[in-house]
């Protein structure tokens, strides 16, 4: 079936680093969503890319969607410990309009 | 004023028993959904209602069952619970069936 692969798993990064995680389809993608869930908590959503080539910022924090549209990157700047947590990517393929597939995320953690 | 509440929190119950998880969105979204998050954080979808009619229904077990009795809410019921139900269960609302989605706060299932 069809799949968002997501990279890395786990990134143990020293607070003030950079973090980056990376999503992949084998197909072009409609759109893709970023959410972010804290420890314990629900997943919130953060930002959705919709044009190939797309570049979103949010403070510290840049989204990229791939020219082909068949991926996408999150990159935070100098991490924080309020940035941990794991980060999920969402894709919608071309030909399903109602169908929104999960990334198997990354798991963010900050040493202070 | 939560956005999308599900109850109870936490639901800790025998295998082979019949157990219920509600949904309640206060946002006006047309759009609801149950995701399964297992043990190394893979968020599924199971289920999808649009305006009360079911647009997305996932290879899940018929023990799953879910509810729509209007725009506002969308139940779970499941039936004879097995070991492997065990997971997180979030309910979801989106404005459309493209839209973001906004979590509810998830209910910890466990079944021994």
């Known amino acids: 079936g069809q799949q968002v692969m997501q990279i890395p798993q786990y990134q143990h990064v020293q607070e003030g680093e950079d973090f980056t995680t990376y999503c992949n389809s084998s197909t072009t993608l409609s759109n893709i969503q970023w959410y972010k869930q804290r420890p314990g908590g629900h997943p919130v959503f953060l930002i959705q890319l919709v044009k190939s080539g797309e570049v979103k910022k949010q403070k510290r924090l840049t989204f990229q969607f791939g020219e082909a549209k068949k991926n996408s990157s999150l990159h935070i700047t100098a991490t924080q410990t309020t940035d941990v947590g794991t980060y999920f990517c969402?894709?919608?393929?071309?030909?399903?309009?109602?169908?929104?597939?999960f990334g198997s995320g990354t798991r963010l953690l900050v040493r202070p | 004023d939560t956005a999308v509440s599900q109850t109870p929190k936490y639901l800790v119950t025998q295998m082979g028993n019949d157990k219920s998880i509600k949904c309640e969105q206060n946002?006006?979204?047309?759009?609801m959904y149950w995701y399964k998050q297992d043990s190394k954080k893979f968020l599924k979808i199971m289920f999808s209602y649009n305006n009360k009619e079911l647009i997305i229904n996932e290879t899940v077990p018929n023990r799953f069952s879910p509810k729509s009795p209007d725009k506002a809410h969308l139940n779970l019921h499941i039936n004879s619970l097995e070991l492997g139900d065990s997971a997180v269960y979030f309910c979801?609302?989106?404005?459309?069936?493209?839209?973001?989605?906004?979590f509810g706060s998830g209910t910890r299932l466990t079944v021994v």
């Open positions: 969402a894709g919608r393929w071309m030909d399903s309009s109602y169908k929104l597939i």
């Open positions: 946002l006006g979204h047309d759009t």
């Open positions: 979801a609302s989106s404005q459309t069936p493209q839209g973001s989605r906004t």
